[in-house]
């Protein structure tokens, strides 16, 4: 795997030099002016915050098939995976200035849509990540005036919220109760939302790029770390840690964006049509999610002796009522966009548990088909 060795080399403005054809110059002058000249391939740049084999790239190379199709070839849509474009800031920055025009941004998106916070908070969603995916991804969220205006003011579009896994905590040492994290320097993305938590919790936060975690892992600057498990695997860390530790308390979230100004300028057709994709990628990403990070379980497990710690619903419960103050915490940061969006995405929850529940009550007072032979 090469993404230790220097990845993050080839930064955003000089993109043009790293691309090695012609055509991506040509592209670039092209993105700035406009539409293409007649004839011409349009190309559409997707920066990543995740390196190839990763549910951001499935999500994206999916996304670029159906651009292809559905304009018959007349866009292509370029991959960007993590380090082409630098560190992971420099993507965002690079999707707000027009350089990229569509990019992924999680934890670390923090800084720039402080708003998108709200997708670190814990002990948010059910524990149904299929029913968390629609409900990120129902209109009344994902099209609310606020969680647009969010964005939009930093020069971002949010087309879809994609969550990728359940955010899962290693450790050399098992963690069941708050009192076993005192004392840990654990690694959370940059933002105050994840420090905010993880001190609650007792832990000692700390933030590092993605791309440098592994070294501050084995060299003990660090001795915890968040992420899904696919990514646990895919960028080794898992090999320098002894403990998983599965307590369900949030999904890794990540928001699909455009630069606005681009999105703005795209023909009502092709909005229509990146609306028609985002949606068909729903339960598209939610299947690749599961299965990877199944999959890159079974290679954790055959290739290490690290110790799996599933927490019981009394051992979460502890951890859910410290991460209740958080939520105040959130609100006192970002305002009353950022209350807004947690009450429609708390009643969201609700409603959808609910429903939920009278289905589960309407399917035990059915006759079963056995009972009515
Ligand atoms: O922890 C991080 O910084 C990164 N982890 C994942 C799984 N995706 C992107 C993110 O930046």
Redesign the pocket.
């Known amino acids: 795997m090469n993404w230790r060795n220097g990845v993050i080399g080839c930064a955003a403005f000089l993109l043009a030099a790293c691309g090695t054809e012609q055509d991506e110059e040509t592209t670039v002058a092209a993105g700035a002016a406009g539409q293409p000249e007649t004839g011409q391939v349009e190309i559409w740049r997707f920066g990543l915050?995740?390196i190839q084999g990763?549910?951001?790239y499935e999500y994206a190379r999916r996304f670029a098939d159906l651009v292809a199709q559905k304009t018959e070839g007349e866009v292509e849509v370029r991959l960007f995976p993590?380090g082409q474009l630098g560190g992971?800031t420099d993507i965002y920055d690079q999707a707000q200035s027009g350089a990229i025009e569509l990019a992924?941004g999680?934890?670390?998106l923090g800084g720039t849509v402080p708003e998108s916070q709200l997708f670190s908070l814990n002990f948010v969603l059910t524990d149904d990540e299929e029913l968390n995916a629609r409900i990120l991804n129902d209109e009344d969220f994902r099209k609310h005036s606020d969680l647009i205006g969010a964005f939009t003011e930093r020069d971002l579009y949010p087309l879809a919220i994609v969550p990728?896994g359940w955010q899962v905590w290693s450790a050399n040492r098992e963690i069941r109760t708050p009192e076993d994290f005192r004392g840990l320097a654990i690694?959370t993305?940059d933002n105050r939302l994840l420090r905010e938590t993880y001190a609650a919790y007792g832990a000692d936060p700390t933030t590092m790029?993605?791309g440098e975690?592994y070294s501050g892992l084995q060299l003990g600057q660090l001795d915890g770390n968040?992420?899904?498990v696919?990514?646990h695997q895919e960028m080794d860390f898992y090999q320098v840690q002894s403990h998983l530790i599965f307590a369900n308390q949030a999904q890794?979230i990540?928001t699909f964006m455009a630069n606005n100004d681009w999105y703005e300028n795209l023909s009502g057709d092709r909005q229509d049509m990146l609306e028609e994709i985002v949606q068909e990628l729903v339960p598209y990403i939610h299947d690749v999610q599961t299965r990877l990070n199944a999959e890159r379980l079974e290679t954790i497990t055959e290739n290490s002796d690290i110790q799996l710690v599933y927490l019981t619903a009394e051992e979460r419960e502890a951890f859910r009522e410290l991460s209740l103050p958080v939520r105040d915490v959130f609100v006192e940061m970002v305002g009353s966009r950022g209350e807004t969006l947690l009450e429609v995405l708390l009643e969201k929850v609700e409603e959808a548990q609910q429903e939920r529940g009278q289905q589960a009550d309407t399917a035990e007072d059915e006759p079963q088909a056995a009972d009515a032979a």
């Open positions: 915050e995740e990763s549910v951001q993590y992971l992924f999680s934890g670390f990728e690694r993305m790029e993605y975690l968040i992420q899904p696919f990514a890794f990540a």
